[in-house]
Protein backbone atom coordinates (compact mmCIF):
# COMPACT_ATOMS: atom_id res chain seq x y z
CA UNK A 1 0.00 0.00 0.00
CA UNK A 2 1.21 3.39 -0.60
CA UNK A 3 1.56 6.37 2.04
CA UNK A 4 0.23 9.60 1.81
CA UNK A 5 2.56 12.40 2.02
CA UNK A 6 1.39 13.22 5.83
CA UNK A 7 1.58 9.77 6.74
CA UNK A 8 5.55 9.44 5.43
CA UNK A 9 6.50 12.30 7.36
CA UNK A 10 4.89 11.06 10.47
CA UNK A 11 6.73 7.87 10.24
CA UNK A 12 9.76 9.45 9.41
CA UNK A 13 9.66 12.19 12.12
CA UNK A 14 8.83 9.07 14.60
CA UNK A 15 11.68 6.94 13.91
CA UNK A 16 13.69 9.46 13.85
CA UNK A 17 12.50 11.28 17.30
CA UNK A 18 13.26 7.36 18.99
CA UNK A 19 16.75 7.05 17.07
CA UNK A 20 17.37 10.58 18.23
CA UNK A 21 16.37 10.58 21.59
CA UNK A 22 18.05 7.20 22.41
CA UNK A 23 21.24 8.18 21.23
CA UNK A 24 21.05 11.39 23.67
CA UNK A 25 20.23 8.90 26.63
CA UNK A 26 23.10 6.74 25.80
CA UNK A 27 25.12 10.15 25.98
CA UNK A 28 23.86 11.18 29.30
CA UNK A 29 24.37 7.90 30.90
CA UNK A 30 28.02 7.60 30.42
CA UNK A 31 27.78 11.07 31.73
CA UNK A 32 26.07 9.59 34.81
CA UNK A 33 23.04 12.08 34.39
CA UNK A 34 20.91 9.12 33.69
CA UNK A 35 21.74 5.95 36.40
CA UNK A 36 20.28 2.33 36.90
CA UNK A 37 19.44 0.43 33.50
CA UNK A 38 19.27 1.50 30.30
CA UNK A 39 18.27 -0.51 27.14
CA UNK A 40 18.54 1.21 23.89
CA UNK A 41 15.66 -0.02 20.83
CA UNK A 42 18.10 1.78 18.36
CA UNK A 43 17.41 -0.19 15.19
CA UNK A 44 14.01 -1.85 16.23
CA UNK A 45 12.14 1.99 15.79
CA UNK A 46 10.08 0.75 12.72
CA UNK A 47 7.94 -2.27 14.71
CA UNK A 48 6.86 0.62 17.60
CA UNK A 49 6.33 2.95 14.85
CA UNK A 50 4.18 0.84 12.65
CA UNK A 51 2.17 -0.24 15.47
CA UNK A 52 1.32 2.14 17.73
CA UNK A 53 -0.47 3.97 14.41
CA UNK A 54 -2.78 1.29 13.78
CA UNK A 55 -4.13 1.95 17.34
CA UNK A 56 -6.49 4.74 18.82
CA UNK A 57 -5.36 6.79 21.80
CA UNK A 58 -8.04 4.45 23.77
CA UNK A 59 -6.51 1.26 23.09
CA UNK A 60 -4.01 0.47 25.42
CA UNK A 61 -0.05 -0.63 25.07
CA UNK A 62 1.70 -3.04 27.55
CA UNK A 63 5.54 -3.05 27.00
CA UNK A 64 8.68 -4.39 28.23
CA UNK A 65 11.60 -2.86 29.54
CA UNK A 66 12.91 -1.75 25.89
CA UNK A 67 9.93 0.88 25.72
CA UNK A 68 11.11 4.62 25.38
CA UNK A 69 9.94 4.55 21.90
CA UNK A 70 6.33 2.83 22.86
CA UNK A 71 5.90 5.66 25.77
CA UNK A 72 6.68 8.05 23.46
CA UNK A 73 5.11 6.84 20.42
CA UNK A 74 2.04 6.47 22.69
CA UNK A 75 2.25 10.07 23.55
CA UNK A 76 4.11 10.50 26.80
CA UNK A 77 5.50 13.81 26.02
CA UNK A 78 9.90 12.95 25.67
CA UNK A 79 10.54 15.41 28.55
CA UNK A 80 8.25 13.40 30.61
CA UNK A 81 10.22 10.16 29.83
CA UNK A 82 13.74 11.65 30.23
CA UNK A 83 12.88 13.30 33.34
CA UNK A 84 11.72 9.47 34.38
CA UNK A 85 14.76 8.73 33.09
CA UNK A 86 17.21 11.48 35.02
CA UNK A 87 14.91 9.84 38.17
CA UNK A 88 13.13 13.24 38.67
CA UNK A 89 9.34 13.97 40.06
CA UNK A 90 8.52 15.44 37.02
CA UNK A 91 8.72 11.89 35.06
CA UNK A 92 5.86 9.70 33.96
CA UNK A 93 6.14 7.57 37.19
CA UNK A 94 7.53 10.24 39.71
CA UNK A 95 10.86 9.52 39.05
CA UNK A 96 10.34 5.98 40.81
CA UNK A 97 9.87 3.77 38.04
CA UNK A 98 13.37 4.90 35.90
CA UNK A 99 13.73 3.57 32.10
CA UNK A 100 12.42 0.25 32.56
CA UNK A 101 8.97 1.55 34.32
CA UNK A 102 7.70 4.11 31.91
CA UNK A 103 3.51 4.67 32.89
CA UNK A 104 1.09 7.01 31.91
CA UNK A 105 -2.47 5.95 33.05
CA UNK A 106 -4.30 8.99 30.94
CA UNK A 107 -2.21 7.75 27.88
CA UNK A 108 -3.34 4.11 28.60
CA UNK A 109 0.18 2.72 28.80
CA UNK A 110 0.46 0.65 30.94
CA UNK A 111 4.56 0.34 31.35
CA UNK A 112 7.47 -0.54 30.75
CA UNK A 113 8.20 -4.46 32.64
CA UNK A 114 11.58 -5.65 33.86
CA UNK A 115 10.40 -9.41 34.28
CA UNK A 116 10.42 -10.95 30.99
CA UNK A 117 7.31 -12.15 30.14
CA UNK A 118 5.31 -10.28 32.53
CA UNK A 119 3.37 -7.93 30.71
CA UNK A 120 1.76 -10.53 28.93
CA UNK A 121 -0.96 -12.03 31.41
CA UNK A 122 -1.32 -8.01 32.31
CA UNK A 123 -2.04 -7.52 28.61
CA UNK A 124 -4.63 -10.62 28.89
CA UNK A 125 -6.41 -9.39 31.55
CA UNK A 126 -6.71 -5.50 30.55
CA UNK A 127 -8.37 -6.99 27.61
CA UNK A 128 -10.69 -9.52 29.38
CA UNK A 129 -12.10 -6.49 31.49
CA UNK A 130 -12.59 -4.34 28.48
CA UNK A 131 -14.31 -7.84 27.16
CA UNK A 132 -16.46 -7.94 30.01
CA UNK A 133 -17.00 -4.32 30.53
CA UNK A 134 -18.03 -4.00 26.87
CA UNK A 135 -15.34 -1.43 25.83
CA UNK A 136 -13.75 -2.25 22.57
CA UNK A 137 -10.82 -1.47 23.28
CA UNK A 138 -7.71 -3.47 22.07
CA UNK A 139 -4.69 -4.03 23.99
CA UNK A 140 -1.38 -4.10 22.06
CA UNK A 141 1.60 -6.07 24.03
CA UNK A 142 5.17 -5.61 22.82
CA UNK A 143 7.28 -8.35 24.07
CA UNK A 144 10.81 -10.00 22.72
CA UNK A 145 11.74 -13.44 21.72
CA UNK A 146 13.19 -14.12 25.18
CA UNK A 147 9.61 -14.16 26.55
CA UNK A 148 8.15 -16.80 24.76
CA UNK A 149 10.48 -19.29 26.61
CA UNK A 150 8.57 -17.99 29.68
CA UNK A 151 5.34 -20.15 31.48
CA UNK A 152 3.56 -16.99 31.10
CA UNK A 153 3.98 -16.82 27.40
CA UNK A 154 2.02 -19.71 26.99
CA UNK A 155 -0.39 -18.98 29.85
CA UNK A 156 -1.20 -15.83 27.86
CA UNK A 157 -1.66 -17.52 24.47
CA UNK A 158 -3.94 -20.34 25.63
CA UNK A 159 -6.51 -17.57 27.69
CA UNK A 160 -6.44 -14.59 25.05
CA UNK A 161 -7.46 -17.45 22.27
CA UNK A 162 -9.79 -19.64 24.69
CA UNK A 163 -11.45 -16.21 25.50
CA UNK A 164 -11.72 -14.81 22.27
CA UNK A 165 -9.64 -11.55 23.97
CA UNK A 166 -8.79 -8.10 21.99
CA UNK A 167 -5.47 -8.57 22.64
CA UNK A 168 -2.56 -7.81 19.45
CA UNK A 169 0.59 -9.82 20.59
CA UNK A 170 3.52 -8.29 19.44
CA UNK A 171 6.51 -10.48 19.52
CA UNK A 172 9.52 -8.20 18.77
CA UNK A 173 12.04 -10.58 17.39
CA UNK A 174 15.27 -9.43 17.80
CA UNK A 175 17.00 -13.05 17.47
CA UNK A 176 18.58 -12.53 20.94
CA UNK A 177 17.71 -12.70 24.61
CA UNK A 178 20.60 -10.76 26.19
CA UNK A 179 23.46 -12.92 25.31
CA UNK A 180 21.58 -15.99 23.79
CA UNK A 181 20.93 -16.17 20.39
CA UNK A 182 17.36 -17.97 19.84
CA UNK A 183 17.92 -21.07 18.51
CA UNK A 184 19.98 -21.99 21.76
CA UNK A 185 16.76 -21.24 23.73
CA UNK A 186 13.68 -21.99 21.76
CA UNK A 187 13.31 -25.59 20.59
CA UNK A 188 10.82 -24.56 18.23
CA UNK A 189 12.03 -21.11 16.52
CA UNK A 190 9.35 -20.22 14.38
CA UNK A 191 7.51 -18.33 16.69
CA UNK A 192 3.88 -18.23 14.61
CA UNK A 193 4.26 -21.48 13.78
CA UNK A 194 4.00 -21.77 18.24
CA UNK A 195 1.25 -19.29 18.34
CA UNK A 196 -0.76 -20.88 15.42
CA UNK A 197 -0.85 -24.30 17.86
CA UNK A 198 -3.03 -22.34 19.85
CA UNK A 199 -5.37 -21.74 16.88
CA UNK A 200 -4.36 -18.10 16.86
CA UNK A 201 -3.90 -15.98 13.79
CA UNK A 202 -0.51 -15.21 13.33
CA UNK A 203 1.80 -14.08 10.79
CA UNK A 204 5.14 -13.23 10.12
CA UNK A 205 6.21 -9.41 9.03
CA UNK A 206 9.63 -7.28 8.11
CA UNK A 207 9.93 -5.23 11.01
CA UNK A 208 12.68 -3.30 9.89
CA UNK A 209 10.25 -1.92 6.80
CA UNK A 210 7.50 0.70 8.76
CA UNK A 211 5.18 0.37 5.62
CA UNK A 212 5.10 -3.62 6.11
CA UNK A 213 4.74 -3.10 9.88
CA UNK A 214 2.07 -0.79 9.71
CA UNK A 215 -0.01 -2.62 7.32
CA UNK A 216 0.02 -5.93 9.13
CA UNK A 217 -1.25 -4.31 12.31
CA UNK A 218 -4.13 -2.05 10.49
CA UNK A 219 -5.26 -5.86 9.60
CA UNK A 220 -4.44 -7.67 12.69
CA UNK A 221 -6.74 -4.90 14.77
CA UNK A 222 -9.21 -4.54 12.67
CA UNK A 223 -9.67 -8.49 12.76
CA UNK A 224 -9.34 -8.00 16.99
CA UNK A 225 -11.81 -5.52 16.51
CA UNK A 226 -14.53 -7.27 14.32
CA UNK A 227 -14.73 -9.52 18.13
CA UNK A 228 -13.02 -12.34 16.08
CA UNK A 229 -10.43 -12.99 19.02
CA UNK A 230 -6.08 -12.24 19.15
CA UNK A 231 -3.45 -12.01 16.72
CA UNK A 232 0.16 -12.74 17.14
CA UNK A 233 2.83 -10.74 15.26
CA UNK A 234 5.97 -11.91 14.78
CA UNK A 235 8.27 -8.96 13.77
CA UNK A 236 12.10 -9.75 12.57
CA UNK A 237 13.66 -6.96 13.95
CA UNK A 238 17.90 -6.16 15.46
CA UNK A 239 19.07 -4.21 17.73
CA UNK A 240 21.69 -2.55 17.10
CA UNK A 241 23.55 -1.50 20.63
CA UNK A 242 24.26 -3.95 23.42
CA UNK A 243 21.49 -5.59 25.02
CA UNK A 244 22.03 -2.42 27.82
CA UNK A 245 24.88 -0.29 28.73
CA UNK A 246 26.36 -3.33 30.74
CA UNK A 247 26.62 -5.77 27.83
CA UNK A 248 30.08 -6.11 26.66
CA UNK A 249 28.38 -7.49 23.01
CA UNK A 250 30.72 -10.14 22.61
CA UNK A 251 28.31 -13.07 21.02
CA UNK A 252 27.76 -11.72 17.91
CA UNK A 253 30.07 -10.94 15.07
CA UNK A 254 30.15 -7.29 14.03
CA UNK A 255 29.67 -8.37 10.12
CA UNK A 256 26.46 -8.97 11.28
CA UNK A 257 25.44 -6.38 13.15
CA UNK A 258 26.61 -4.59 9.78
CA UNK A 259 24.78 -6.78 7.76
CA UNK A 260 21.37 -5.79 9.94
CA UNK A 261 22.31 -2.39 9.57
CA UNK A 262 22.25 -1.90 6.03
CA UNK A 263 18.42 -2.64 6.04
CA UNK A 264 17.82 -0.43 9.18
CA UNK A 265 14.58 1.02 9.17
CA UNK A 266 15.59 4.22 8.65
CA UNK A 267 17.55 3.58 5.53
CA UNK A 268 14.97 0.59 4.13
CA UNK A 269 12.07 3.86 4.67
CA UNK A 270 14.10 6.34 2.90
CA UNK A 271 14.83 4.56 0.11
CA UNK A 272 11.14 3.33 -0.39
CA UNK A 273 10.47 7.14 0.09
CA UNK A 274 12.91 8.17 -3.11
CA UNK A 275 11.52 4.84 -4.53
CA UNK A 276 8.20 6.52 -4.62
CA UNK A 277 9.80 10.35 -5.04
CA UNK A 278 8.42 11.49 -1.92
CA UNK A 279 12.06 11.70 -0.24
CA UNK A 280 12.40 15.46 -1.48
CA UNK A 281 8.89 16.22 -0.41
CA UNK A 282 9.42 15.65 3.08
CA UNK A 283 12.10 18.06 3.68
CA UNK A 284 14.37 15.43 6.07
CA UNK A 285 16.59 18.35 7.02
CA UNK A 286 13.82 20.29 8.80
CA UNK A 287 12.70 17.85 10.58
CA UNK A 288 15.95 16.85 11.66
CA UNK A 289 16.04 19.99 13.20
CA UNK A 290 13.24 20.40 15.05
CA UNK A 291 13.70 16.96 16.27
CA UNK A 292 17.24 17.82 17.80
CA UNK A 293 15.82 20.96 19.44
CA UNK A 294 12.67 18.67 21.08
CA UNK A 295 15.46 16.22 22.88
CA UNK A 296 17.01 19.18 23.93
CA UNK A 297 13.98 20.15 25.57
CA UNK A 298 13.56 17.11 26.78
CA UNK A 299 17.36 17.31 28.56
CA UNK A 300 16.55 20.76 29.62
CA UNK A 301 13.09 19.89 31.27
CA UNK A 302 14.78 17.12 32.87
CA UNK A 303 17.67 18.84 33.97
CA UNK A 304 15.48 21.37 35.82
CA UNK A 305 13.42 18.72 37.41
CA UNK A 306 13.35 18.23 41.15
CA UNK A 307 14.65 15.15 43.17
CA UNK A 308 11.48 13.52 45.62
CA UNK A 309 12.68 14.62 48.65
CA UNK A 310 13.85 12.52 51.67
CA UNK A 311 11.42 12.74 53.58
CA UNK A 312 9.07 10.93 51.18
CA UNK A 313 11.29 8.22 50.97
CA UNK A 314 8.82 5.57 52.39
CA UNK A 315 6.12 7.17 50.67
CA UNK A 316 3.69 4.67 48.46
CA UNK A 317 5.64 1.98 50.21
CA UNK A 318 2.63 0.81 52.61
CA UNK A 319 -0.93 1.17 51.18
CA UNK A 320 -2.26 4.63 53.20
CA UNK A 321 -4.71 3.89 55.13
CA UNK A 322 -8.35 4.87 53.85
CA UNK A 323 -10.75 6.65 55.48
CA UNK A 324 -14.41 6.14 54.42
C1 LIG B 1 11.77 -13.67 34.36
C2 LIG B 1 13.08 -13.05 33.99
N1 LIG B 1 14.12 -13.84 33.69
C3 LIG B 1 15.32 -13.30 33.36
C4 LIG B 1 15.47 -11.93 33.35
C5 LIG B 1 16.82 -11.34 32.95
N2 LIG B 1 16.68 -10.79 31.59
C6 LIG B 1 16.46 -9.47 31.41
S1 LIG B 1 16.30 -9.10 29.81
C7 LIG B 1 16.51 -10.69 29.31
C8 LIG B 1 16.47 -11.05 27.84
C9 LIG B 1 15.12 -10.96 27.22
O1 LIG B 1 15.22 -10.97 25.84
P1 LIG B 1 14.03 -10.69 24.87
O2 LIG B 1 12.74 -11.08 25.51
O3 LIG B 1 14.33 -11.32 23.57
O4 LIG B 1 13.97 -9.10 24.73
P2 LIG B 1 15.04 -8.10 24.15
O5 LIG B 1 15.95 -7.71 25.29
O6 LIG B 1 15.74 -8.81 23.05
O7 LIG B 1 14.26 -6.92 23.66
C10 LIG B 1 16.72 -11.51 30.41
C11 LIG B 1 16.96 -12.95 30.32
C12 LIG B 1 14.36 -11.13 33.69
N3 LIG B 1 14.42 -9.80 33.68
N4 LIG B 1 13.17 -11.70 33.99
Redesign the pocket.
Known amino acids: MSLSLEKAKQFYRQMLLCRRFEEKSAELYTEQKIRGFL?LYIGEEAVATGIIDAIEPDDGVVA???EHCHAILKGIPPEKVMAELYGKMEGCSRGRGGSMHLFDKEKNFYGGY?????GLPLAVGIALADKRMGRKRVTVCF??????A?GEFHESMNLAQLWELPVLFVC???L???G?YIERAESEPDLVKKAKSYRMEAHRVDGMDVVKVNDAAKKAVAHIRSGKGPVFLECQTY?FRA?SMFDPDRYRTKKEIEAWKEKGPIVTFRKYLQKKEMWEKIDAAAIEKAIEEEVEKAVDFAEKGTWEPVSDLTKFVYSEEVTS
Request: charged share 20%.
Open positions: HTYRAIVGGFGDGAVEENNYGMTRH
